[in-house]
Nanobody, 126 residues
């Protein structure tokens, strides 16, 4: 069982930055592929970014590539999402998720993820 708690959301102007954090409970954090998803008002939940167990490989949605950076600190059981050059279209609730992924493969489908945080709101004003 893994519990995930996100923090770092808030209100920012267009072009600004935010850094989201997701703290995980338990000793097995290193065994999970970690990801961020988001859900904008009236839209489906969508993949944002994911990172392998050791942090050596990352995957990004095209809409955030070059602006967002996912990273993890396995010693602190924490995954981060650095968001730069934010746009109003980035406004959403952001969720942290953990995937047991048997071979450590980075997956982008929400259905593959086993544990979810409660979400943190990010609002970008124009």
């Amino acid at each position: 069982q893994v519990q995930l708690v996100e923090s770092g959301g808030g209100l920012v102007q267009t072009g600004g930055s935010l850094r989201l954090s997701c703290a995980a409970s338990g000793r097995t954090f290193v065994y999970y592929v970690m990801a961020w998803f988001r859900r904008a008002p009236g839209k489906e939940r969508e993949f944002v970014a994911a990172i392998r167990r050791t942090g050596g490989n990352t995957v990004y949605a095209d809409s955030v590539k070059g602006r967002f950076t996912i990273s993890r600190d396995n010693a602190k059981n924490t995954v981060f999402l650095q968001m730069d050059s934010l746009e109003p279209e980035d406004t959403a609730v952001y969720y942290c998720a953990a995937d047991r992924s048997p071979l450590g493969i980075v997956r982008t489908a929400a259905i593959e993820y086993d544990y979810w945080g409660q979400g943190t709101q990010v609002t970008v004003s124009s």
